[in-house]
């Protein structure tokens, strides 16, 4: 029995059911509505994971560091949750974060090719505070004041990512 047909059937048994205002008992045709509908779930199911792969398998790497990083396992809500609150953000809230982790990154590239230290300041010496303390100013005060610029803009970014994504899903297609 089609899935369309088997809920139509037990709709109908239902309604009836209530009309009467008692209820009634479970023949055949309904254990093939119910069987019908719960096969046709099961196939979809493994169909939409044998379609998506490539989301299948960034989904288990990503989940699996998010069990690491809450130190719990696959029965915990919590990495699930998580799990679903990136897919349940929208792409441009993703992007900008993406953009914003890039810029973030360049400058501490800028600030370690300066020579900064980035220990500790608790176990810094003073010498190499002072250190860090000048060459910051020194990065600021130039003409171009690069530090202060992000490096990347979202348009940028977005395109290079749509690219990677694309070249991805060309070289790993199924």
Same mark, same amino acid.
């Given at each position: 029995?089609?899935?369309?047909?088997?809920?139509?059937?037990?709709?109908?048994?239902?309604?009836?059911?209530?009309?009467?205002?008692?209820?009634?008992?479970?023949?055949?045709?309904?254990?093939?509505?119910?069987?019908?509908?719960?096969?046709?779930?099961?196939?979809?199911?493994?169909?939409?994971?044998?379609?998506?792969?490539?989301?299948?398998?960034?989904? !288990? *790497?990503?989940?699996? &560091?998010?069990? %690491?990083?809450?130190?719990?396992?696959?029965?915990?809500? #919590?990495?699930?949750? @998580?799990?679903?609150?990136?897919?349940?953000?929208?792409?441009?809230?993703?992007?900008?974060?993406?953009?914003?982790?890039?810029?973030?990154?360049?400058?501490?590239?800028?600030?370690?090719?300066?020579?900064?230290?980035?220990?500790?300041?608790?176990?810094?010496?003073?010498?190499?505070?002072?250190?860090?303390?000048?060459? !910051? *100013?020194?990065?600021? &005060?130039?003409? %171009?004041?690069?530090?202060?610029?992000?490096?990347?803009? #979202?348009?940028?970014? @977005?395109?290079?990512?749509?690219?990677?994504?694309?070249?991805?899903?060309?070289?790993?297609?199924?």
């Amino acid at each position: 029995m089609e899935v369309v047909k088997g809920i139509k059937r037990l709709a109908w048994r239902f309604s009836e059911a209530t009309k009467k205002n008692n209820t009634f008992v479970i023949n055949q045709n309904d254990l093939d509505a119910l069987n019908g509908i719960a096969k046709y779930i099961e196939q979809t199911q493994q169909q939409q994971y044998i379609d998506n792969q490539l989301f299948a398998k960034l989904f !288990i *790497k990503v989940y699996a &560091k998010m069990i %690491e990083h809450y130190n719990t396992d696959i029965l915990d809500p #919590i990495p699930r949750k @998580a799990m679903y609150h990136i897919l349940e953000t929208p792409m441009d809230r993703i992007l900008q974060d993406f953009t914003d982790e890039m810029n973030f990154n360049q400058k501490v590239i800028q600030l370690q090719d300066a020579g900064i230290n980035f220990k500790h300041p608790l176990t810094r010496t003073d010498k190499e505070t002072i250190h860090n303390t000048k060459t !910051i *100013k020194e990065l600021l &005060k130039t003409a %171009e004041n690069d530090y202060l610029e992000d490096s990347f803009d #979202i348009e940028f970014v @977005a395109e290079g990512l749509k690219i990677e994504i694309n070249n991805a899903l060309n070289l790993f297609k199924n």
